[in-house]
């Protein structure tokens, strides 16, 4: 997982350095990243998801290898954003994994399958109950990481369809089962394997609603501060007709409307910036001002 976080967040400093003019020192980290991308694949590729660790014996922890807990959600998202296998379809195949193992209706559960006995080497989270906390229970938090993978993949259906299993605004209609408060997220949902299966526990105790923004409003509906302006990239569902968004950036205030008539789930096919027509999609800074985006998804 923190193999995943370095390339996931690495460009994000890349590009720090290459604004700065710091290109020697840039080009030395991109190293690093392509680096590390080749030791994950090498050592950390399942066949069709990314292990979870190596334990302190150097045993595979999150693998097919594994008597229980096969797969586990935490670093599959980051890998996802970062490329990592992408060529060789890593990212698909990651996404489809995580759809077939760890999907239920009630949101991604942590792990499958859930521990059923004691393993002293993973300590204390195979001593829950199968389905609760740690073990196989649904944390929304890194739910959302999810979303933004299958978001970023361009897979808007899957997306939206992952936020809303856990976004409590979704969830008023199993209230006496979900049991918390329905205009908050909680830690964690009770996963396939628990008894009360859906039931919600330990409202406010997570940091999912900051995610979720993320999620949200950076890869669905793809609204995101770049250097050199406001990137609109929209991932949303194929159903959807469009959006309407503002977005104050940098001094300045950008009423966006997204149209999308052919219902895809990603591609921006134009964009004008008060009646200008626009290449790619970045929206150059602007200083100050109000500004009308049209954005045509095709």
């Known amino acids: 997982m923190v193999a995943a976080l370095f390339t996931y967040a690495g460009p994000a ?17 991109q190293a690093e990243i392509d680096k590390m991308k080749k030791n994950v694949m090498d050592s950390a590729f399942d066949g069709d998801w990314f292990i979870r660790a190596y334990d302190a014996n150097g045993e595979k922890m999150g693998s097919k290898e594994c008597e229980e807990g096969k797969i586990f959600i935490e670093p599959q998202g980051f890998a996802v954003m970062s490329e990592i296998g992408k060529d060789e379809g890593a990212d698909i195949k990651t996404l489809n994994s995580i759809d077939k193992y760890l999907n239920t209706k009630y949101g991604l559960v942590l792990n499958n399958p859930a521990f059923t006995k004691y ?10 109950p199968g389905g609760y906390k740690e073990n196989a229970g649904i944390f929304t938090h890194n739910n959302a990481w999810i979303i933004c ?17 856990i976004a409590p605004a979704f969830n008023e209609d199993i209230s006496e089962l979900h049991k918390t408060e329905p205009y908050v997220y909680g830690q964690m949902i009770a996963g396939k394997d628990a008894s009360r299966f859906g039931e919600g526990k330990n409202s406010w105790l997570t940091g999912t609603a900051a995610w979720n ?4 409003s950076q890869y669905i509906l793809g609204v995101q501060p770049v250097f050199d302006g406001l990137k609109v990239d929209p991932s949303i569902p194929h159903e959807w007709d469009g959006f309407t968004a503002v977005r104050k950036f940098r001094g300045a205030t950008f009423n966006i409307t997204v149209k999308n008539p052919e219902h895809v789930c990603k591609g921006v096919k134009s964009m004008t910036v008060d009646g200008n027509a626009i290449e790619g999609t970045v929206i150059p800074a602007c200083d100050g001002g109000v500004h009308e985006v049209e954005i045509v998804m095709g």
């Open 13 to 29: 400093y890349v590009g720090i350095l290459k604004h700065l003019g710091k290109d020697d020192e840039a080009e030395k980290a």
């Open 119 to 128: 393993y002293i080497q993973y300590g204390e989270i195979s001593t829950y």
């Open 149 to 165: 993978a299958e978001a970023y993949a361009g897979r808007g259906d899957k997306a939206f369809e992952y936020y809303s299993k």
């Open 213 to 216: 923004m993320v999620a949200i």
